[in-house]
Every structure is written in structure tokens, then in C-alpha cells.
């Protein structure tokens, strides 16, 4: 099958990549590999080079501009008017903001078929304003409606799409890679010792929570030091700049920026304990990549952490202060609760979570849908 992928902004997963970005990054070449020709849209910005192909994945630049509220859309609008013209059996959008455009298709590119990913809510991000959040809400009830077919990354969302839009989509989750690292060259460059930190990574943006993380732990009695690994989301940084004053005077708290997706995994793998304090999430990629290197994590009790760690983690009460200091302190002083955990979580990745079998279904449900 010829597959277009449309909705993310790179290949590369990059300072400004998302979940979004990082299930593309995955997915993609494995349909090559499978056999399958694959165009994914690009926003140049920020790019050092354009290669024409990436790990057999052909690559298609176009422009957009560079705002907080049209970056988005208006590359997607370039993007399906792009598609329109090449030889593509599925239009593959995601996000539910991209699906707003993919009626477009639909209507005058009948023999492909559609297909859209509703990857989290993400009406319900602060970020957004009135406006943005009711456009959102249209796209989710498009992403439900439009499609041939829509995938849901998490049972909360498949719930929503069935109960609030009429719609059974089909759950095909985030995946992760089962992998022991043993080096330990990365962090040593950075100071840290195994097992001597916590750590959250992710974009810094208000829905993700670190302001809980940082103002928690502060209150609990370690040695161990938080790290936190990510670059401010796009108009953000007013809020890293408020991040950094609330972790002024605690020398265990430390920033240390965007590293490239090939330089986690030791920071995954010789965490203490991996907390993701999120208001808001469809399926966590962070929280399963952590818990595919054998790490134990802590999340806030949303739905798509919950259903991510499958009783094998911990959680705390969503942006409650609180009740994280009291769980950091619990497991910080029960280590043998921790160690037992990191074997539960990666063993649940290997079971629900594995890329490959995730390819497999999505490969599954193009089939379907075209037929």
C-alpha cells in the first residue's frame, strides 16, 4: 500500500516533538520495512538538513507559518492539498486538530481511504483558548465522523468515541522497545549515579505538570536529585522561566534541557523512578518508554496514565501536591516495593506494548478499511 502520513510536524522527534512526532518516528519505517511505501508531510522549521528519504520513508517539505494557532493547520491545509495529487491507497491524519481537514479527501479523493488517530483531548490543554478549544472539539467529533476509520490510543478515548460521538474506533495504543542498558557514560557527563535520581521527560508546558512535581518535591527528605529533561513547548517559556523560580534554593532540582531521543534511554533506564505528574494525556509515551527499560514510575490517577502502567506502577491524585509528596516519600523509603515494580512494568510492555505488534494492527486496519 502507498500510506500518507499527515498532522505531525517531523520525522525527527526534536526539541518541539511530541507523542505525536515520537508514534510517527516508530511507526513509519516499520511500515516500510513491512513492505509498504510511506509519505510523511514535514514542517521545515528547524531542520539543519532536508534529506530526501528517511529510513526508506519519503519525505515531503512544505511551509507554513509559524504561530501558536496556525502552524498547525495550515500546514495540514498544504499537506491535503498535496496528497490529492499523489498515488496514495491511505490518508492516514493525526491529531484530532488535523482531522478537521480530513473531509477534504473524503470528498474529492474517493478511492483512497481515510483514516485518523485521536491521540488525546487536546481541547482540554491550558494553553488554548475559547476558540482554539471549540475548533478542537469540532475536530474531535470530525476525527469520529470523517474517517473511514479512527484509531483510538487508549480505552478512555475509545470509551469517549463511542459514548459522547456514536463512534467504535478501534484501540491500537502507544508502544515502547523492551530494553536493558547497562553504559552509563550519559549521565555520568551530567553528574548522576543509577538509581540517584527521579525524572520526568517531556515538553514544558502547563498540562504536563511539573509545577506539582517541583513544589512536591521539594517537601520530601532525599538525597536522590529530580532531573527534568525536555525543551519549553512552543510560547512557553514564560512557564519554564516560573518552573525554574519555583526550584530556586534546592540544589537537587535540575534542568537539563532537550537531549535527542537516542540519549534517553540511559536517563530512562538508571532512574530511581520516573514520575509523569500530567493534568491531561491520551496514552503516554514517556510512562511506557520508561516502563520498557525496567523503571519504575509514578503518574497522576488521569485515565491514560492508569490504563498505561496496567497495575503495575503508582499513582498520586492529579494535581495534588499533596498526596505526590506523600507517595515520592513512600517510595523513596520502600525500595523493595520500587525494585519489584520495575520488573512488573516492563514485563507489561513486552505484553501489551511492543511496536511491532502495534504495526501489525494499524497494517490490520487499513486492511479493513478498504475493504
Known amino acids: 500500500m502507498n500510506i500518507a502520513f499527515l498532522g505531525q510536524k517531523s520525522f525527527d522527534v526534536g526539541q518541539q516533538g511530541g507523542g505525536i512526532e515520537k508514534h510517527v518516528h516508530e511507526l513509519a519505517p516499520r511500515l516500510v520495512r513491512a513492505g509498504h511505501h510511506v509519505l510523511l508531510y514535514v514542517r521545515p522549521h528547524d531542520l539543519a538538513t532536508r534529506p530526501r528519504y528517511w529510513e526508506g520513508v519519503r519525505l515531503v517539505y512544505l511551509p507554513t507559518v509559524y504561530t501558536k494557532h496556525l502552524e498547525a493547520i495550515i500546514h495540514v491545509f498544504l499537506s491535503t492539498l498535496d496528497v490529492l495529487f499523489r498515488p496514495v491507497d491511505v490518508i492516514h491524519y493525526h491529531g484530532v486538530g488535523p482531522a478537521l481537514l480530513s473531509w477534504v479527501p473524503r470528498l474529492l479523493k474517493r478511492h483512497a481511504t481515510v483514516v485518523v488517530t485521536f491521540h488525546a483531548q487536546d481541547r482540554l490543554h491550558q494553553k488554548w483558548g475559547s476558540v482554539a478549544r471549540a475548533v478542537l472539539h469540532a475536530g474531535e467529533w470530525a476525527a469520529c465522523h470523517v474517517p473511514h ?42 553528574g548522576l549515579k543509577p538509581n540517584a535520581y527521579i525524572l520526568f521527560v517531556g515538553r514544558l508546558l502547563p498540562v504536563k505538570g511539573v509545577h506539582h512535581l517541583i513544589r512536591a518535591f521539594r517537601r520530601v527528605k532525599t538525597d536522590k536529585q529530580l532531573i527534568i529533561i525536555g525543551a519549553p513547548a512552543v510560547n512557553e517559556e514564560p512557564y519554564v522561566a516560573a518552573l525554574k523560580r519555583d526550584a530556586e534554593g534546592d540544589a537537587r532540582i535540575r534542568f537539563l534541557g532537550f537531549r535527542p531521543p537516542e540519549d534517553l534511554a540511559e536517563f530512562y533506564a538508571h532512574a530511581y523512578l520516573y514520575c509523569q505528574p500530567s493534568e491531561s494525556e491520551g496514552l503516554p509515551l514517556s510512562v511506557i518508554e520508561a516502563m520498557g527499560f525496567g523503571t519504575a514510575v509514578l503518574v497522576s490517577d488521569i485515565p491514560g496514565n492508569v490504563e498505561a502502567i496496567h497495575h503495575a506502577g503508582f499513582t498520586f491524585a492529579n494535581k495534588d501536591a499533596d498526596d505526590l509528596v506523600l507517595q515520592l516519600q513512600h517510595l523513596i523509603d520502600h525500595p523493595e516495593q520500587v525494585a519489584h515494580s520495575a520488573k512488573a512494568v516492563k514485563d507489561t510492555v513486552r505484553t501489551f506494548f511492543h511496536w511491532d505488534r502495534i504495526t501489525e494492527h494499524t497494517i490490520e486496519v487499513y486492511r479493513s478499511a478498504r475493504h
Not at 157 to 184: K, S
Open 149 to 190: 476509520m479512527t484509531i483510538a490510543v487508549s480505552h478512555g478515548i475509545q470509551v469517549l468515541c463511542r459514548e459522547t460521538y456514536h463512534t467504535e474506533a478501534v484501540f491500537i495504543p502507544n508502544g515502547a522497545e523492551v530494553a536493558t542498558v547497562r553504559t552509563t557514560s550519559l549521565i555520568k557527563r551530567d
